[in-house]
C-alpha cells in the first residue's frame, strides 16, 4: 500500500539525506524510530506528499505521487492521506469542530458533524467543541490534531511525533486510538517518533 523506491531529499547546501526502500501493505501499522537529526520529518513529509523527492519515488496504492502537481495532488492528499504534524497548524479564528469541518470540505467531502462528535469524544474532547483553538492546552492541541487526521477516515495514517507533548496514560490512549482507528478503517498507519514508549505498541518497526 505504501511503497518507497531509492527515496532521497537533499535541503539547500546540505548533503542528500537517503532513506531506506520501505514496503509497508495495507492494513499494517509501523513505528518508524529515530533520534532527532535522523531525517524522521522529512521523510515523513515525502511520504504525504508535502515535499517532492531529489530521487527515487513514493505509492501509495497504486499512486506514484511524482505524478500529481498542484490541486490534484492536494486533492489526493485530503481524501487518502490523514497527517498528524508535530505542531498543530489550525486556523486560529475557527474552533474545534469548525477546524476538523474545513478539512473535510478541502478534502471535497461533505461537513460529518456526527463523525466529528465521534472523534473528539473518544479523545475526551467533546467538551471542547466550540472552543478556539489557541484556547486548548498542548495535550489538547494534539488530540485535536489527531482528530482532524482522522476525520476522512484516510487509507493512510502518518503521525509525527504524536505523544511528544503527553503524558503516559495519554501517550498509551492515543497510540490505542490510532490503531483503533486505522483498524477500523482498513487503514495503513505509521508513526513517526523518538518516543520509545510507543515500542511495545508496534511490533513492526523501522529505524533510522
Do not use: C
Request: glycine fraction near 6%; aromatic fraction near 4%; hydrophobic fraction near 40%.
Amino acid at each position: 500500500m505504501l511503497q518507497t523506491k531509492q527515496l532521497s531529499y537533499a535541503y539547500v547546501k546540505a548533503q542528500p539525506m537517503r532513506f531506506p526502500d520501505i514496503d509497508i501493505p495495507t492494513g499494517e501499522h509501523w513505528l518508524l524510530l529515530g533520534q532527532s537529526g535522523s531525517g524522521k520529518t522529512t521523510l515523513l513529509h515525502l511520504l504525504g506528499g508535502l515535499l517532492t523527492a531529489k530521487n527515487g519515488e513514493v505509492r501509495i496504492g497504486d499512486t506514484n505521487l511524482s505524478s500529481l502537481t498542484g490541486a490534484a495532488l492536494d486533492r489526493f492528499r485530503g481524501q487518502n492521506v490523514g497527517i498528524v504534524f508535530q505542531k498543530s497548524h489550525f486556523v486560529r479564528s475557527l474552533n474545534v469542530q469548525e477546524n476538523l469541518a474545513l478539512a473535510q470540505n478541502l478534502a471535497g467531502l461533505p461537513t460529518d458533524n456526527a463523525r466529528i462528535a465521534e472523534l473528539l469524544e473518544r479523545l475526551n474532547l467533546s467538551h471542547k467543541l466550540k472552543s478556539r483553538t489557541d484556547q486548548l492546552s498542548i495535550g489538547e492541541q494534539q488530540r485535536a490534531a489527531i482528530a482532524r487526521a482522522l476525520v476522512n477516515q484516510p487509507k493512510l495514517i502518518l503521525a509525527d511525533e504524536p505523544t511528544s507533548a503527553l503524558d503516559d496514560n495519554n501517550a498509551s490512549e492515543v497510540a490505542a486510538l490510532l490503531e483503533e482507528q486505522a483498524k477500523a478503517a482498513g487503514a495503513t498507519l505509521l508513526v513517526v517518533t523518538h518516543d520509545n514508549r510507543l515500542q511495545s505498541h508496534f511490533s513492526n518497526q523501522i529505524h533510522l
